[in-house]
């Protein structure tokens, strides 16, 4: 372990935020963080007051681990926050820019978007929606999805977006899980120039959907689609004689906002459930203080709203504090590799937010593209979803920074709901590789099996100590499993974030990877990040994904898959060198057994890299369900690979 975690201390260089930015930043009071310690309720309560209420709390928290209401008694609306009170001083500001596929867009004003959020509302509840019905979202990056969860949010509907990539099944599934009467979906959209039937996707799934009442359909691709009759309705006849008025439903601060489906340790996806008042408070502050959103930005999350990010940080923390955001459907490598960065141009964006395997992909591509487009509108930039290895955070602040813009590595997940640990960029000397302090109010800890704090650098399971504002209050339908997963490793209030991470002298935390996917190796452990970490630090290497693959002597081997830069050859040399480079980096326990080339991984279609299908390859088992992959031919392909080196 000492030896693995050398390898990461290696990288302690420190960047520092440049001297003007922490001047206007947002937050620059050093003592924010024991100011939290000293009142955490006081804390999070004066940050409330950023939220506009119809009716105040009783109470700032009531805690009876592991459930917490957050502003009990309170009443507010989330479409009120993001669109109503901005109205007076900003209506006639840019709300949101859509950039769409086929380099077509369009944009709102807050007035516009809240005159479409409170038609569409009023059209669905005229409809029949009420207060706690699950609406279900099923579109792709189209300002009708941002319009579609805010007039849910308006009449206090749960919207549960299903990601438009996800197959028939998984939207079926979502919508039986949810008992979900109503779909909201698409004709068809278009991805890197190809027609994706939406609609023939939905029909599919609502074929195993006994819940299903009523479709709304948008047109977006005006490809020709079947509409039953009784069931589906087209969005503009829906809104088509209904009023622009709705006022919004006043919701208790415990009243479910949404619903978010994620993967966990077991096949089912898990409904997490978040509530209207925390979590209003939770992403308004944290996008606020880590993105630094003022007046005049253009905030550009790459995030789909599929995402809990699209929803924290393209949606509800934006625009309730009144921002200009970027919204763009569309692939980074459509129609070229420069589309990224020709509409940071085209836009002036001032804050980008994207995950590292989108860095690391541009990393591939090459300097020369970036380089071609104007990219001095940016000032702040943002990283999650995964750990950010040091190499291309360098690449990310100097080639897309041009070293002057800090970086804020954000760690935190779906269940959270709000960033957690993270630079604040006027305040937090950076290193590459960390996601540094946890947000002030936030008590994180490294913790071993029987829930005793490691000592300073050693490895251990990320915990959360105290209940925060936008945290996770159940699972839908399974309360037993949000028990289980989350609050029974070391009772019911501390949670378990699954994460592996370590601390280092400087208190910041340096998130390992899940350790779901842990590989012990004749009995030490290493975190696959980490040999990840490594590979990708050799030249030749463009991305990695490490697997640990059963072996009777030493429990598991290193499999590595290797994806090369361009300008690299395939070689058994380089095989060995690679090794080398591992041994080198990390120790001998982490040498890769074996090496394999690819052009491509299994991944979900936010980026990630998918560990139990990877798993499946090297160990020769059942591969499963594979349709969410962006790429499932790619499976056959490497598990030929794996087979040829046996
Ligand atoms: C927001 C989001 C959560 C998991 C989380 C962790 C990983 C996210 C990270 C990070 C290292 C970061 N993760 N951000 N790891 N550094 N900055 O991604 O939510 O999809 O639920 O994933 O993502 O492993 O546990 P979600």
């Not at 069931?231 to 415990?254: K, Q």
């Not at 459930?273 to 930005?297: A, C, E, P, Q, R």
């Not at 920074?401 to 269940?415: A, K, L, M, R």
């Not at 302090?437 to 008590?443: A, D, L, T, V």
Request: glycine share 8%; hydrophobic share 35%.
């Amino acid at each position: 372990m000492t030896e693995t975690i050398e390898s990461l201390l290696k990288e302690q260089k420190k960047y520092y935020p440049p001297e003007e930015f922490v001047r206007n930043a947002n937050m620059k009071d050093p003592q924010i963080y024991e100011k939290a310690e000293e009142d955490l309720e006081g804390f999070w309560e004066e940050l409330a007051y950023n939220i506009d209420w119809f009716k105040k709390w009783d109470t700032v928290l009531d805690w009876q681990p592991p459930h917490a209401k957050w502003f009990s008694g309170a009443k507010l609306n989330a479409s009120y926050n993001c669109l109503d009170r901005h109205i007076s001083k900003h209506g006639d500001k840019t709300a949101l820019i859509w950039e769409g596929e086929m380099e077509n867009s369009a944009t709102y004003t807050y007035r516009e978007l809240l005159d479409a959020t409170a038609r569409f509302a009023a059209a669905l509840k005229e409809m029949g929606i009420k207060k706690g019905d699950v609406v279900t979202i099923y579109l792709p990056m189209i300002p009708e999805a941002v319009i579609s969860m805010l007039a849910c949010s308006r009449i206090g509907a749960p919207h549960s977006v299903v990601f438009a990539g996800f197959s028939a099944d998984a939207l079926a599934q979502r919508m039986n899980d949810s008992n979900s009467h109503y779909l909201i979906t698409c004709d068809g959209y278009f991805h890197k120039g190809k027609l994706i039937e939406q609609k023939e996707k939905a029909d599919i799934g609502l074929e195993n959907c006994n819940c299903v009442e009523k479709v709304i359909v948008t047109n977006h691709a005006a490809n020709a689609i079947a509409m039953k009759e009784d069931r589906d309705i087209w969005w503009d006849e829906l809104i088509h004689n209904v009023d622009s008025e709705c006022e919004p439903e006043h919701m208790d601060a415990e009243d479910i906002l949404f619903l978010m489906y994620t993967s966990g340790t077991t096949g089912k996806p898990k409904g997490v459930v978040h509530t209207t008042g925390g979590y209003m408070v939770g992403t308004n502050v944290t996008s606020k203080w880590i993105f630094d959103l003022k007046d005049d930005d253009i905030y550009w999350c790459t995030a789909d709203v599929g995402w809990i990010t699209g929803h924290s940080y393209l949606v509800y923390g934006p625009l309730s504090n009144g921002a200009t955001i970027v919204m763009h459907e569309g692939a980074p490598d459509y129609p070229d590799k420069g589309r990224f960065w020709d509409i940071v141009e085209k836009y002036g964006v001032t804050i980008f937010y994207t995950a590292p395997t989108a860095i690391r992909t541009f990393m591939k591509w090459g300097d020369d593209i970036p380089a071609k487009y104007d990219l001095s509108s940016l000032r702040l930039l943002g990283s999650v979803g995964e750990p950010i290895n040091p190499k291309a955070w360098l690449w990310y602040y100097e080639v897309i920074g041009n070293s002057h813009c800090p970086i804020v590595d954000t760690w935190w997940q779906t269940e959270t709901g709000m960033i957690m640990i993270s630079p604040l960029p006027g305040l937090t000397t950076m290193k590459p590789g960390t996601a540094t302090r946890p947000f002030p109010g936030i008590k994180a800890s490294v913790l071993d099996d029987d829930g005793n704090e490691v000592p300073e650098g050693n490895g251990g399971s990320l915990a959360i100590e105290r209940p925060w504002p936008s945290m996770i209050r159940t699972i839908n339908g399974d309360e037993q499993r949000f028990l289980d997963t989350y609050w029974s490793k070391w009772g019911t209030d501390r949670y378990l974030a699954g994460d592996g991470a370590r601390r280092d002298k400087d208190g910041y935390f340096w998130v390992l990877g899940r350790l779901d996917d842990v590989i012990k190796v004749s009995g030490h452990r290493l975190g696959t990040m980490e040999i990840e970490s490594s590979l990708v630090s050799h030249k030749a290497v463009a991305e990695a994904a490490v697997d640990g693959k059963t072996d009777e002597i030493k429990g598991e081997v290193v499999v590595a898959y290797v994806i090369l830069e361009a300008d690299a050859k395939a070689s058994d040399e380089l095989k060995q060198e690679l090794k080398e480079h591992v041994v080198e980096e990390i120790g001998p326990i982490a040498r890769p057994k074996q090496i394999i080339f690819t052009d491509d991984l299994p991944k979900t279609r936010s980026g990630k890299i998918m560990r139990r299908v990877l798993k499946a390859i090297t160990n020769d088992t059942e591969v499963g369900d594979i349709t969410t992959l962006q790429n499932p031919a790619v499976v056959e392909e490497l598990k030929r690979k794996v087979n040829e080196l046996r």
